[in-house]
Protein backbone atom coordinates (compact mmCIF):
# COMPACT_ATOMS: atom_id res chain seq x y z
CA UNK A 1 0.00 0.00 0.00
CA UNK A 2 1.07 3.77 -0.86
CA UNK A 3 0.61 6.33 1.98
CA UNK A 4 -1.81 8.89 0.62
CA UNK A 5 -1.77 12.98 2.21
CA UNK A 6 -5.29 14.31 1.14
CA UNK A 7 -4.02 17.57 0.08
CA UNK A 8 -1.51 15.63 -2.27
CA UNK A 9 -4.26 13.48 -3.78
CA UNK A 10 -4.12 13.72 -7.74
CA UNK A 11 -8.31 14.52 -8.04
CA UNK A 12 -8.43 15.48 -12.13
CA UNK A 13 -12.31 16.94 -11.97
CA UNK A 14 -11.66 17.56 -7.98
CA UNK A 15 -9.68 20.76 -8.91
CA UNK A 16 -11.48 23.63 -7.50
CA UNK A 17 -13.98 24.25 -10.26
CA UNK A 18 -14.20 27.98 -10.87
CA UNK A 19 -17.30 29.95 -10.05
CA UNK A 20 -18.66 29.67 -14.01
CA UNK A 21 -17.68 25.66 -14.74
CA UNK A 22 -21.39 24.60 -15.92
CA UNK A 23 -20.65 21.15 -13.83
CA UNK A 24 -20.54 22.47 -10.46
CA UNK A 25 -23.75 22.33 -9.45
CA UNK A 26 -23.41 18.45 -10.64
CA UNK A 27 -20.68 17.31 -9.17
CA UNK A 28 -21.32 19.05 -5.76
CA UNK A 29 -25.27 17.52 -6.04
CA UNK A 30 -23.87 13.73 -5.88
CA UNK A 31 -27.50 12.37 -5.62
CA UNK A 32 -30.18 12.74 -8.37
CA UNK A 33 -33.88 11.87 -8.78
CA UNK A 34 -34.50 9.81 -12.29
CA UNK A 35 -38.17 9.66 -12.93
CA UNK A 36 -39.01 6.95 -16.11
CA UNK A 37 -42.94 7.75 -17.15
CA UNK A 38 -44.88 7.25 -20.08
CA UNK A 39 -47.41 5.03 -21.68
CA UNK A 40 -45.49 2.01 -21.03
CA UNK A 41 -47.33 2.46 -17.12
CA UNK A 42 -50.86 1.37 -18.77
CA UNK A 43 -49.45 -2.07 -19.58
CA UNK A 44 -47.25 -2.11 -16.68
CA UNK A 45 -45.86 -5.22 -17.87
CA UNK A 46 -48.72 -7.05 -18.29
CA UNK A 47 -49.34 -7.52 -22.46
CA UNK A 48 -52.46 -9.77 -23.75
CA UNK A 49 -52.66 -11.26 -20.25
CA UNK A 50 -48.89 -12.40 -19.81
CA UNK A 51 -46.86 -10.75 -17.69
CA UNK A 52 -43.15 -9.79 -19.39
CA UNK A 53 -40.10 -10.51 -17.57
CA UNK A 54 -38.02 -7.16 -19.47
CA UNK A 55 -38.17 -3.59 -18.25
CA UNK A 56 -41.51 -2.34 -18.16
CA UNK A 57 -40.85 0.52 -20.90
CA UNK A 58 -39.56 -1.96 -23.58
CA UNK A 59 -42.44 -3.41 -24.24
CA UNK A 60 -43.23 -1.80 -27.29
CA UNK A 61 -40.10 -2.93 -28.76
CA UNK A 62 -40.28 -6.48 -27.03
CA UNK A 63 -43.61 -7.09 -28.32
CA UNK A 64 -43.44 -6.05 -31.59
CA UNK A 65 -46.46 -3.91 -30.97
CA UNK A 66 -47.77 -2.10 -34.29
CA UNK A 67 -47.23 2.19 -34.19
CA UNK A 68 -50.93 2.38 -34.21
CA UNK A 69 -51.57 -0.21 -31.48
CA UNK A 70 -48.84 1.03 -28.77
CA UNK A 71 -50.38 4.69 -29.67
CA UNK A 72 -53.67 3.52 -28.77
CA UNK A 73 -52.70 3.64 -25.47
CA UNK A 74 -52.99 7.63 -25.05
CA UNK A 75 -56.63 7.27 -24.81
CA UNK A 76 -56.46 5.93 -21.84
CA UNK A 77 -53.74 8.12 -20.03
CA UNK A 78 -55.64 9.95 -17.44
CA UNK A 79 -53.10 10.49 -13.69
CA UNK A 80 -55.72 11.58 -11.63
CA UNK A 81 -53.24 11.96 -9.07
CA UNK A 82 -50.23 13.34 -10.78
CA UNK A 83 -49.08 15.96 -8.03
CA UNK A 84 -45.51 17.73 -8.93
CA UNK A 85 -45.45 19.17 -5.63
CA UNK A 86 -45.25 15.73 -4.28
CA UNK A 87 -42.49 14.03 -6.48
CA UNK A 88 -40.53 17.28 -6.34
CA UNK A 89 -40.84 17.15 -2.37
CA UNK A 90 -40.23 13.30 -2.55
CA UNK A 91 -36.83 14.23 -4.28
CA UNK A 92 -36.22 17.31 -1.97
CA UNK A 93 -37.24 14.93 0.96
CA UNK A 94 -34.55 11.69 -0.39
CA UNK A 95 -31.54 14.48 -0.68
CA UNK A 96 -31.91 14.51 -4.06
CA UNK A 97 -30.54 17.41 -5.67
CA UNK A 98 -31.92 17.45 -9.43
CA UNK A 99 -34.50 15.52 -11.07
CA UNK A 100 -34.23 14.47 -14.51
CA UNK A 101 -37.39 12.95 -16.03
CA UNK A 102 -38.62 10.89 -19.51
CA UNK A 103 -39.53 14.09 -21.72
CA UNK A 104 -39.68 11.36 -24.84
CA UNK A 105 -38.25 8.01 -24.40
CA UNK A 106 -37.88 5.44 -27.01
CA UNK A 107 -41.29 5.08 -27.74
CA UNK A 108 -41.13 8.77 -29.29
CA UNK A 109 -44.13 9.84 -27.27
CA UNK A 110 -43.88 12.89 -26.05
CA UNK A 111 -44.58 13.52 -22.06
CA UNK A 112 -45.01 17.21 -22.63
CA UNK A 113 -46.46 19.77 -24.97
CA UNK A 114 -44.80 19.44 -28.32
CA UNK A 115 -45.69 21.23 -31.98
CA UNK A 116 -43.47 18.59 -34.20
CA UNK A 117 -46.69 16.18 -34.10
CA UNK A 118 -49.77 15.33 -31.82
CA UNK A 119 -48.67 12.56 -30.25
CA UNK A 120 -47.94 13.69 -27.45
CA UNK A 121 -49.40 14.52 -23.58
CA UNK A 122 -51.17 17.03 -24.59
CA UNK A 123 -52.91 16.42 -27.68
CA UNK A 124 -53.17 12.61 -27.46
CA UNK A 125 -54.60 11.65 -24.50
CA UNK A 126 -57.80 12.68 -22.29
CA UNK A 127 -55.73 14.76 -19.49
CA UNK A 128 -55.03 17.26 -21.89
CA UNK A 129 -52.30 18.75 -19.50
CA UNK A 130 -48.33 19.14 -19.85
CA UNK A 131 -46.92 17.86 -16.64
CA UNK A 132 -43.46 19.03 -17.46
CA UNK A 133 -44.79 22.76 -16.93
CA UNK A 134 -45.94 21.47 -13.02
CA UNK A 135 -42.30 20.27 -12.85
CA UNK A 136 -40.90 23.20 -13.94
CA UNK A 137 -42.39 25.45 -11.62
CA UNK A 138 -42.21 22.67 -8.20
CA UNK A 139 -38.17 22.54 -9.21
CA UNK A 140 -38.04 26.19 -8.90
CA UNK A 141 -39.79 26.58 -6.23
CA UNK A 142 -38.52 24.15 -4.35
CA UNK A 143 -34.66 24.03 -5.87
CA UNK A 144 -33.72 20.92 -7.13
CA UNK A 145 -32.30 21.44 -10.65
CA UNK A 146 -34.72 19.87 -13.62
CA UNK A 147 -33.63 17.88 -16.27
CA UNK A 148 -34.84 16.14 -19.21
CA UNK A 149 -34.56 12.73 -20.68
CA UNK A 150 -34.60 12.64 -24.51
CA UNK A 151 -34.04 9.50 -26.43
CA UNK A 152 -31.97 10.83 -29.56
CA UNK A 153 -31.60 7.54 -31.15
CA UNK A 154 -34.26 4.98 -30.60
CA UNK A 155 -37.65 6.14 -31.53
CA UNK A 156 -40.11 3.37 -32.42
CA UNK A 157 -42.50 6.31 -33.54
CA UNK A 158 -41.35 8.34 -36.39
CA UNK A 159 -40.62 6.31 -39.36
CA UNK A 160 -36.50 7.28 -39.46
CA UNK A 161 -36.22 6.55 -35.82
CA UNK A 162 -34.03 3.62 -35.28
CA UNK A 163 -34.89 0.22 -34.43
CA UNK A 164 -38.47 -0.45 -35.43
CA UNK A 165 -38.80 -2.26 -38.10
CA UNK A 166 -41.66 -3.98 -37.57
CA UNK A 167 -43.26 -0.62 -38.65
CA UNK A 168 -40.84 0.69 -41.17
CA UNK A 169 -38.59 -0.70 -43.43
CA UNK A 170 -34.92 -0.21 -42.13
CA UNK A 171 -32.98 0.45 -45.57
CA UNK A 172 -35.98 3.39 -46.15
CA UNK A 173 -34.76 5.25 -42.69
CA UNK A 174 -33.63 8.71 -43.06
CA UNK A 175 -31.71 9.62 -39.77
CA UNK A 176 -31.04 12.98 -41.02
CA UNK A 177 -34.42 13.90 -41.51
CA UNK A 178 -35.47 12.55 -37.72
CA UNK A 179 -32.89 14.69 -36.35
CA UNK A 180 -34.26 17.60 -38.81
CA UNK A 181 -37.89 16.84 -37.97
CA UNK A 182 -38.04 15.94 -34.91
CA UNK A 183 -34.88 15.72 -32.30
CA UNK A 184 -34.08 19.05 -32.76
CA UNK A 185 -37.37 20.89 -33.28
CA UNK A 186 -37.88 18.55 -30.01
CA UNK A 187 -34.91 19.99 -27.73
CA UNK A 188 -35.78 23.10 -29.14
CA UNK A 189 -38.85 23.16 -27.12
CA UNK A 190 -37.47 21.89 -24.08
CA UNK A 191 -34.86 24.24 -24.06
CA UNK A 192 -37.06 27.42 -24.68
CA UNK A 193 -40.17 26.85 -22.68
CA UNK A 194 -39.18 25.39 -18.85
CA UNK A 195 -36.36 28.29 -18.29
CA UNK A 196 -33.06 26.99 -17.29
CA UNK A 197 -32.41 22.80 -17.65
CA UNK A 198 -29.51 21.55 -15.84
CA UNK A 199 -28.90 18.58 -18.70
CA UNK A 200 -30.09 16.91 -21.55
CA UNK A 201 -30.05 13.38 -20.44
CA UNK A 202 -29.13 11.45 -23.58
CA UNK A 203 -29.10 7.60 -23.57
CA UNK A 204 -28.22 4.55 -25.96
CA UNK A 205 -26.63 5.87 -28.31
CA UNK A 206 -26.45 3.38 -30.93
CA UNK A 207 -26.98 3.77 -34.68
CA UNK A 208 -26.40 8.04 -35.04
CA UNK A 209 -22.74 9.15 -36.07
CA UNK A 210 -20.17 11.09 -34.27
CA UNK A 211 -20.95 13.97 -37.01
CA UNK A 212 -24.64 14.15 -36.19
CA UNK A 213 -24.28 13.49 -31.96
CA UNK A 214 -21.83 16.79 -32.29
CA UNK A 215 -24.21 18.17 -34.28
CA UNK A 216 -26.87 17.51 -31.28
CA UNK A 217 -24.77 18.63 -28.75
CA UNK A 218 -23.90 22.11 -30.41
CA UNK A 219 -26.90 22.82 -30.89
CA UNK A 220 -28.15 21.88 -27.24
CA UNK A 221 -25.37 24.50 -26.23
CA UNK A 222 -26.55 27.53 -28.40
CA UNK A 223 -29.89 27.62 -26.87
CA UNK A 224 -28.30 26.76 -23.19
CA UNK A 225 -24.60 27.08 -22.68
CA UNK A 226 -24.98 25.64 -19.48
CA UNK A 227 -27.23 22.68 -19.74
CA UNK A 228 -24.94 19.50 -19.51
CA UNK A 229 -25.34 16.86 -21.76
CA UNK A 230 -24.79 12.91 -20.62
CA UNK A 231 -22.11 11.00 -21.47
CA UNK A 232 -24.70 8.87 -24.25
CA UNK A 233 -24.83 11.49 -26.10
CA UNK A 234 -21.98 9.08 -27.24
CA UNK A 235 -18.88 9.55 -28.91
CA UNK A 236 -17.10 10.74 -26.21
CA UNK A 237 -19.02 13.80 -26.28
CA UNK A 238 -20.69 14.26 -23.45
CA UNK A 239 -19.93 16.81 -20.61
CA UNK A 240 -19.14 13.33 -17.87
CA UNK A 241 -19.30 9.60 -18.26
CA UNK A 242 -22.24 7.17 -18.13
CA UNK A 243 -21.21 3.58 -17.47
CA UNK A 244 -23.88 0.42 -18.11
CA UNK A 245 -27.11 1.15 -15.60
CA UNK A 246 -26.29 -0.06 -12.82
CA UNK A 247 -23.05 -0.11 -12.86
CA UNK A 248 -20.62 -0.33 -9.26
CA UNK A 249 -17.19 0.37 -10.10
CA UNK A 250 -14.78 -1.44 -8.31
CA UNK A 251 -12.45 1.06 -7.57
CA UNK A 252 -11.98 4.91 -7.77
CA UNK A 253 -13.01 6.77 -11.03
CA UNK A 254 -10.41 9.54 -12.61
CA UNK A 255 -12.98 11.97 -14.48
CA UNK A 256 -16.70 12.98 -13.95
CA UNK A 257 -19.05 10.04 -13.41
CA UNK A 258 -22.61 9.18 -12.98
CA UNK A 259 -24.14 5.86 -12.46
CA UNK A 260 -28.24 5.83 -12.97
CA UNK A 261 -29.90 2.74 -11.07
CA UNK A 262 -33.06 1.19 -10.57
CA UNK A 263 -34.95 0.61 -7.41
CA UNK A 264 -36.31 -2.51 -8.06
CA UNK A 265 -35.42 -3.97 -12.38
CA UNK A 266 -37.28 -2.05 -13.92
CA UNK A 267 -37.30 1.83 -15.05
CA UNK A 268 -41.32 2.19 -16.21
CA UNK A 269 -43.83 1.07 -13.65
CA UNK A 270 -44.19 -2.67 -13.75
CA UNK A 271 -47.17 -4.21 -11.60
CA UNK A 272 -45.46 -7.41 -10.82
CA UNK A 273 -41.89 -6.18 -9.93
CA UNK A 274 -41.60 -6.54 -6.39
CA UNK A 275 -38.16 -7.11 -5.21
CA UNK A 276 -36.65 -3.71 -4.02
CA UNK A 277 -33.72 -2.67 -2.88
CA UNK A 278 -32.93 -2.20 0.59
CA UNK A 279 -32.67 1.41 1.75
CA UNK A 280 -29.55 0.35 3.70
CA UNK A 281 -28.37 -1.16 0.07
CA UNK A 282 -29.08 2.19 -1.21
CA UNK A 283 -27.02 4.38 1.60
CA UNK A 284 -24.14 2.15 1.13
CA UNK A 285 -24.17 2.34 -3.31
CA UNK A 286 -24.48 5.81 -2.80
CA UNK A 287 -21.34 6.53 -0.04
CA UNK A 288 -19.66 3.66 -2.34
CA UNK A 289 -19.97 5.61 -5.66
CA UNK A 290 -19.56 9.12 -4.12
CA UNK A 291 -16.16 7.81 -2.57
CA UNK A 292 -15.38 6.50 -5.90
CA UNK A 293 -15.91 10.08 -7.59
CA UNK A 294 -19.12 9.04 -9.56
CA UNK A 295 -23.06 10.24 -8.74
CA UNK A 296 -25.95 8.12 -8.05
CA UNK A 297 -29.17 8.69 -9.85
CA UNK A 298 -31.86 6.75 -8.83
CA UNK A 299 -35.08 5.89 -10.51
CA UNK A 300 -38.69 6.15 -9.83
CA UNK A 301 -41.59 4.93 -11.98
CA UNK A 302 -44.50 6.28 -11.13
CA UNK A 303 -47.91 4.32 -12.26
CA UNK A 304 -50.37 5.60 -14.73
CA UNK A 305 -52.12 7.16 -12.32
CA UNK A 306 -48.85 8.96 -11.22
CA UNK A 307 -48.45 7.61 -7.73
CA UNK A 308 -45.11 6.77 -6.88
CA UNK A 309 -45.07 2.96 -5.49
CA UNK A 310 -45.17 3.24 -1.71
CA UNK A 311 -42.19 1.05 -1.37
CA UNK A 312 -40.40 3.60 -3.38
CA UNK A 313 -41.17 6.54 -1.60
CA UNK A 314 -40.45 4.45 2.00
CA UNK A 315 -37.17 4.05 0.80
CA UNK A 316 -36.15 7.47 -0.65
CA UNK A 317 -37.25 8.91 2.80
CA UNK A 318 -35.00 6.21 3.89
CA UNK A 319 -31.86 7.07 2.49
CA UNK A 320 -33.04 11.09 3.01
CA UNK A 321 -33.51 10.32 6.76
CA UNK A 322 -29.46 9.15 6.48
CA UNK A 323 -28.63 12.48 4.46
CA UNK A 324 -29.82 14.56 6.94
CA UNK A 325 -27.37 13.25 9.57
CA UNK A 326 -24.71 12.80 7.19
CA UNK A 327 -24.93 14.91 3.94
CA UNK A 328 -22.14 17.02 4.77
CA UNK A 329 -19.95 13.95 4.17
CA UNK A 330 -21.46 13.12 0.78
CA UNK A 331 -22.64 16.68 -0.89
CA UNK A 332 -19.67 18.94 -2.60
CA UNK A 333 -16.94 15.90 -0.86
CA UNK A 334 -13.86 14.52 -3.51
CA UNK A 335 -13.16 10.60 -3.68
CA UNK A 336 -11.24 8.79 -1.48
CA UNK A 337 -7.80 9.40 -1.50
CA UNK A 338 -7.15 5.76 -1.18
CA UNK A 339 -7.32 3.88 -4.39
CA UNK A 340 -8.25 0.81 -3.08
CA UNK A 341 -11.70 0.02 -1.35
CA UNK A 342 -11.67 -1.30 1.95
CA UNK A 343 -14.22 -3.84 3.99
CA UNK A 344 -15.02 -1.82 6.70
CA UNK A 345 -16.58 1.12 4.35
CA UNK A 346 -15.54 4.25 2.16
CA UNK A 347 -13.84 7.31 2.76
CA UNK A 348 -14.66 10.48 1.19
CA UNK A 349 -13.25 14.14 1.39
CA UNK A 350 -13.58 17.75 1.71
CA UNK A 351 -11.19 19.98 1.94
CA UNK A 352 -8.69 18.62 4.84
CA UNK A 353 -12.05 17.07 6.40
CA UNK A 354 -11.99 12.91 5.87
CA UNK A 355 -14.70 10.89 6.41
CA UNK A 356 -14.76 7.55 7.54
CA UNK A 357 -18.00 6.05 6.55
CA UNK A 358 -18.56 2.79 8.47
CA UNK A 359 -20.70 -0.10 6.99
CA UNK A 360 -20.70 -1.84 10.29
CA UNK A 361 -19.40 -1.02 13.44
CA UNK A 362 -15.42 -0.97 14.15
CA UNK A 363 -13.44 -2.59 16.36
CA UNK A 364 -13.14 -0.38 19.61
CA UNK A 365 -9.51 0.30 18.04
CA UNK A 366 -10.06 1.38 14.86
CA UNK A 367 -6.92 0.92 12.49
CA UNK A 368 -6.28 3.12 9.04
CA UNK A 369 -3.04 2.29 7.62
CA UNK A 370 -1.36 4.51 4.92
CA UNK A 371 -3.10 7.97 6.19
CA UNK A 372 0.45 10.62 5.78
CA UNK A 373 -2.06 13.36 6.54
CA UNK A 374 -1.30 14.92 10.62
CA UNK A 375 -5.30 14.79 12.28
CA UNK A 376 -6.06 16.95 15.24
CA UNK A 377 -9.51 15.84 15.98
CA UNK A 378 -11.77 12.98 14.81
CA UNK A 379 -15.69 13.52 15.86
CA UNK A 380 -18.72 12.00 15.12
CA UNK A 381 -20.73 13.44 12.38
CA UNK A 382 -22.95 16.42 13.53
CA UNK A 383 -21.76 16.35 17.35
CA UNK A 384 -19.23 18.14 17.78
CA UNK A 385 -19.00 17.26 21.65
CA UNK A 386 -17.94 13.92 20.62
CA UNK A 387 -14.29 13.89 19.84
CA UNK A 388 -12.13 10.59 19.77
CA UNK A 389 -8.82 9.63 21.61
CA UNK A 390 -5.91 9.39 17.88
CA UNK A 391 -2.88 8.33 17.80
CA UNK A 392 -0.59 8.27 14.34
CA UNK A 393 2.72 6.37 15.01
CA UNK A 394 4.71 4.90 12.04
CA UNK A 395 4.48 1.17 11.64
CA UNK A 396 8.00 -0.07 12.19
CA UNK A 397 8.01 -3.08 9.36
CA UNK A 398 6.83 -1.48 6.72
CA UNK A 399 7.32 2.25 7.24
CA UNK A 400 3.79 3.26 6.28
CA UNK A 401 1.89 4.98 8.74
CA UNK A 402 -0.73 4.37 11.22
CA UNK A 403 -3.94 6.12 12.45
CA UNK A 404 -5.75 4.72 15.65
CA UNK A 405 -9.19 5.99 16.84
CA UNK A 406 -10.17 5.06 20.00
CA UNK A 407 -14.13 4.43 19.57
CA UNK A 408 -14.35 3.19 22.50
CA UNK A 409 -18.21 3.76 24.12
CA UNK A 410 -19.68 4.93 20.88
CA UNK A 411 -22.61 3.59 19.82
CA UNK A 412 -22.95 3.17 15.77
CA UNK A 413 -26.19 4.07 14.41
CA UNK A 414 -27.52 1.84 11.42
CA UNK A 415 -26.82 0.99 8.68
CA UNK A 416 -23.13 3.42 9.25
CA UNK A 417 -21.96 5.88 11.00
CA UNK A 418 -19.75 8.75 9.58
CA UNK A 419 -16.99 9.64 11.76
CA UNK A 420 -14.78 13.16 10.82
CA UNK A 421 -11.24 13.90 10.76
CA UNK A 422 -9.54 17.29 10.18
O1 LIG B 1 -33.03 1.53 -22.94
C1 LIG B 1 -32.92 2.42 -21.88
C2 LIG B 1 -33.76 2.01 -20.70
O2 LIG B 1 -35.08 1.89 -21.07
C3 LIG B 1 -33.60 3.04 -19.60
O3 LIG B 1 -34.09 4.30 -20.03
C4 LIG B 1 -32.14 3.16 -19.25
C5 LIG B 1 -31.83 4.16 -18.18
O4 LIG B 1 -30.47 4.31 -18.09
N1 LIG B 1 -31.35 3.53 -20.42
C6 LIG B 1 -31.48 2.61 -21.53
C7 LIG B 1 -30.71 1.39 -21.31
O5 LIG B 1 -29.43 1.64 -20.88
Redesign the pocket.
Known sequence: MRAVDISAVKQPTRRPAPQNDPLRWWRESRFGM?I?WGLYAIPAGVWQGQRVPY?G??MMFREKIPVATYAALAAQFHPRHFDAAAWVRLAKQAGMRYLVI?AK??DGFAMYRTSVNRYNVVDATPWHHDPMVDLARECRRQGVRLCF?YSQD?DWHHPDGAWNDWDYPAAAKNPARYLREKVKPQLRELLTRYGPVGMIWF??PLTLTKAQSASIRRFVKKLQPRCLVSG?IGHGLGDYNLP??NFLPPGRLEGDWET?ATLNHT??FKTHDHEWKSAENLITTLVDLVSKGANYLL?IGPDADGVVPAPSVQRLRAVGAWLERNGDAIYGTSPSPFRNEFSWGRITTKGRRLFLHFFSAPPKIFHLHGLRTRVRTARALGDARRAFATRQTTDAATGLPILAIDFTGLRFRAPVTVVALD
Open positions: FHIEWTHHYLDTRRDCWGN
